[in-house]
T-cell receptor
Framework: SQTIHQWPATLVQPVGSPLSLECTVEGTSNPNLYWYRQAAGRGLQLLFYSVGIGQISSEVPQNLSASRPQDRQFILSSKKLLLSDSGFYLC????????????FGQGTRLTVV | GNSVTQMEGPVTLSEEAFLTINCTYTATGYPSLFWYVQYPGEGLQLLLKATKADDKGSNKGFEATYRKETTSFHLEKGSVQVSDSAVYFCALPPYNQGGKLIFGQGTELSVKP
């Protein structure tokens, strides 16, 4: 069966420090991959999505970037974190068929101090 | 492009009350429709889905019917429980959207004993 792993679960980082969040999927090939951010008490903000290795679409211009070095690995990065980067980050995948549901990781709670 | 609009929250109900969360969509073609639920501190999980017009998705006492004529997919439950307290998201798959998942803004439900 398919599983999605996202880590770490919680992270406290100082302003100006780098960030790397990793997400991996098992049990499927060629998934669509997504990074979302959720500020406290608010909805989901799509940050990046990828339909294949090296193919990244950015939804919101900001100091974050994403990479997909392998088919089932999706990484969210920042060179210098801002206070406004605090939030709950969610990784998700969906199947190659464009009419299927998505599956989410458990999320990373990032606090920038 | 495709979009989803759902009713504003938060919604506060007493236990055993009837729940309706409205969702309307704009889409080209005939995508599946989904409801996801997010319990506190967790990622999203699929609650129910419908794949074509007039389909009714159901799970855990929740139901939603795919209404093409009104472009709606309202979530209902006849008798809510405290354990139903969560955030609910209506969603469209990446259908005719180049891989992009689309979510409504989320509706927070709080059920009081």
């Amino acid at each position: 069966s398919q599983t999605i792993h996202q880590w770490p679960a919680t992270l406290v980082q100082p302003v100006g420090s780098p960030l790397s969040l990793e997400c991996t999927v098992e049990g499927t090939s060629n998934p669509n991959l997504y990074w979302y951010r959720q500020a406290a008490g608010r909805g989901l903000q799509l940050l990046f999505y990828s339909v294949g290795i090296g193919q990244i679409s950015s939804e919101v211009p900001q100091n974050l970037s994403a990479s997909r070095p392998q088919d089932r690995q999706f990484i969210l990065s920042s060179k210098k974190l801002l206070l406004s980067d605090s939030g709950f980050y969610l990784c998700a995948w969906s199947g190659l068929h464009m009419n299927t549901e998505a599956f989410f990781g458990q999320g990373t709670r990032l606090t920038v101090v | 492009g495709n979009s989803v609009t759902q009713m504003e929250g938060p919604v506060t109900l007493s236990e055993e009350a009837f729940l309706t969360i409205n969702c309307t969509y704009t889409a080209t073609g005939y995508p599946s429709l989904f409801w996801y639920v997010q319990y506190p501190g967790e990622g999203l999980q699929l609650l129910l889905k419908a794949t074509k017009a007039d389909d009714k998705g159901s799970n855990k006492g929740f139901e939603a019917t795919y209404r093409k004529e009104t472009t709606s997919f309202h979530l209902e439950k006849g008798s809510v429980q405290v354990s139903d307290s969560a955030v609910y998201f209506c969603a469209l798959p990446p259908y005719n959207q180049g891989g992009k998942l689309i979510f409504g803004q989320g509706t927070e439900l709080s059920v009081k004993p």
